[in-house]
């Protein structure tokens, strides 16, 4: 291993106007930077991506231009020298990178973010400033998982630490997929320091940047995912590679602890960074249903489609803002919230990946800058959030929880602070230490049962808005139904694969979600702009209804067209279809 000379970390210090500036400032310059995504000549392109996808290539001039912008500071805390302070933040300077190739998300550096978690939340000031000077100096950190069952490659397979007379650890085993493996010289390695499974199994420990001292750490043959191609996955072995005892992080035993409570992080973070991706399909779906229309409007079997996808997005980005909010202001009580963005949110984008299918039509399958990200996406999305496993995982947190959140929570809680369902609005300074991984607490289902009351005492504020109120009550009447299966569930956590159980988390993530979009439309309350209109939010309940199979009532036909005209006029002017609406370069 080769140490990192933090050169880029001095040079970032000497560009105070860039640290210094507000995060809507950092998006758009990094927006601008990367410049138009359907200009085929632009070298941060669609096209430009496509190619390198296709070679199985790092787009190695838009990492320059991403290092040149200092990116990786995005992902080191503010006390350590660099700009992380609120994860919702983060997320809007990432979305016009993964607005255009979530490979380069993920390969350029967010993954570092979720390695150096574990030593942000419990790593001591040497460890932490350690990572801080690898990141600021350019370079990278890569994660090592432990083992999960009925895995992909990713997850397959883990590291084995021996404890030695000196006090260190011993290293030996081997990864068959670590992304950035060949690229850096530091890893964050969850290892196996106990035979026995259970929560003191695994321990954390901190890997290089400087080359150890014997032993020996093999770089394996490159392994070639489905999706993503343009990311380095390899294979990692160590073969008796010590380390001192300097490397723990945290106790021995804290792995199992210390992964439920960063990978937090990743669980909002991925969602709310990869649905910028669906972001640009859908604006693709809007360019084929319009082309060549000479009123500008798609033909009627388009309308739909395009009015759902787009409030779907609006849905996903309420959760997953919510969740990224929740992790700052109330960071004791975000465990659970957090594993439901992650469990809910990519069945929701796949689908709508597939709805927008049938917009696309013939234009799915052109390789060109205008539609060639769409199939690249539909690979994409799977790998970006570890299939299966990352779903499993997410399950593994909320079943055991039901039938406690029934019997003492739900009906029960108080509601969480009204700033929770605030887009961009200011935040306390997120503190990994903060991050637990016990809460009981239910934040968004007394939201829900408070935000139906209030619409019950609105009704004669306009058809809509009883739509919406009937909306709302379906759902708390199926929290109700939730609640009575779920107090039947065993209370011991062994159901936490029964198939039953399995389907009752379903259920809850997807009230969850409608809560997420409750709340957020609340939160615009008082103003005029589309997100302050109930029309987004009953469409986008609506569809989370019938995903349930509830009895939804009729939407009345204006909900549609007032979607539809909101997601036209934004993709004519050029803005994001998320909840911020932000300018975009093309």
Known sequence: MTAVVPAAHRAAQER???????????AARLE????????????????????????????????????????????????????????EQLARVLRPLFRRDLALGYGFGITSLFAASAVWTAGDPRQQRTLADVLLGGGRVSIVH?????????????????????GGFLLNGRKDAVINAARTDTFVAYARTSPEDGPGSHSVLLLGPEPPRSGEVRRLARAETPGMRGAHFSGLELADVPVPDSALVGEVGDGVSLALRSFQISHCLIPGTVLAGVDSVLRQAVRAATENRPDGRPARRGQRALAGVFADLLACDAMAVTGLRALSLVPQDAYLLAAAVKYTMPDLLREDLEELATVLGARGYDRGPLYGGFQKLGRDLPVAGLGHSG?????????PQLSTLARTTWFRSDEPPAELFRPGAPLPAFDHRRLAHFGMEDLLTATLIAAADRLDAQRSHGPLHDTLASIARMFVDELRILRARCVALSASGSTAFDPQACALADRYALVLAAAACLGVWEGQAGGDSFLARPAWAVLALSRIGRRLGAPVPETPPEVDQEVLAEVLQRCREGRSLDLYATQLAG
């Open 391 to 399: 779903t499993a995982v997410c399950q593994a947190v909320l079943v």
């Open 32 to 87: 601008e930077a990367l410049g138009d995504p359907f200009d085929p000549a632009n070298p941060h392109g669609h096209q430009a991506l496509l190619r390198a996808d296709d070679a199985r290539e790092v787009p190695e001039a838009t990492e320059a231009l991403l290092a040149r912008a200092g990116l990786a500071a995005e992902f080191v805390p503010h006390d350590l020298g660099g700009r992380l302070t609120d994860l």
């Open 146 to 166: 432990r083992e999960v069952a009925h895995a992909n490659a990713i997850l397959r397979n883990e590291l084995t630490a021996v404890r030695t007379p000196d």
């Open 16 to 26: 105070p106007r860039v640290l210094d500036a507000g995060e809507p400032e950092r």
